[in-house]
């Protein structure tokens, strides 16, 4: 049913918890994991003040580094021997659409922090956004306190 599952990271345990999810798929299905990674350009605008833009990318590349880098190990402790990761530099809820557009994926798996009201109104959530312009089922995973 399943030859790509996509699992986007940002490295939090939010992600993690979603991770699981798209771990079982993948290992169901035989497919390949497909993870990625965005740095987001408002973290490197908001560090600037303090650091020049090279070392915020640096240590935001690494800090990507490390997401996806964790993402493989898993993976491979499930015996999933088909994965695939990248990090790129955008507006997170675009660099997941892109990537679907560019990638032969067939879910996606994402954490969501189940807001309601105000705050999801006001916020927002990448997951969201995704869902709402995703060409394949998104399977959003609330790992957050609904209130």
Do not use: C, W
Not at 25 to 42: G, N, P
Not at 55 to 69: I, K, N, S
């Amino acid at each position: 049913m399943y030859d790509a599952v996509f699992a986007p990271t940002d490295g939090s345990d939010d992600s993690a918890i979603a991770l699981d999810h798209a771990i079982e798929l993948a290992e169901r299905y035989d497919a390949t994991l497909h993870t990625q990674y965005v740095i987001e350009s408002v973290q490197v605008a908001d560090a600037i003040e303090d650091f020049t833009e090279s070392d915020v990318y640096a240590r935001l590349e690494d800090a990507g580094r490390q997401a996806v880098d964790d993402v493989v190990e898993r993976a491979q402790r499930a015996d999933i021997d088909r994965i695939e990761s990248s990090i790129v530099r955008g507006v997170p809820h675009e660099a997941i659409l892109d990537y679907l557009d560019e990638n032969d994926v067939d879910i996606v798996v994402m954490a969501t922090a189940g807001r309601e009201g105000a705050e999801r109104e006001i916020i927002g959530s990448v997951t969201e956004k995704v869902i709402r312009s995703s060409p394949v089922p998104v399977v959003a995973v609330n790992v957050g306190d609904v209130a």
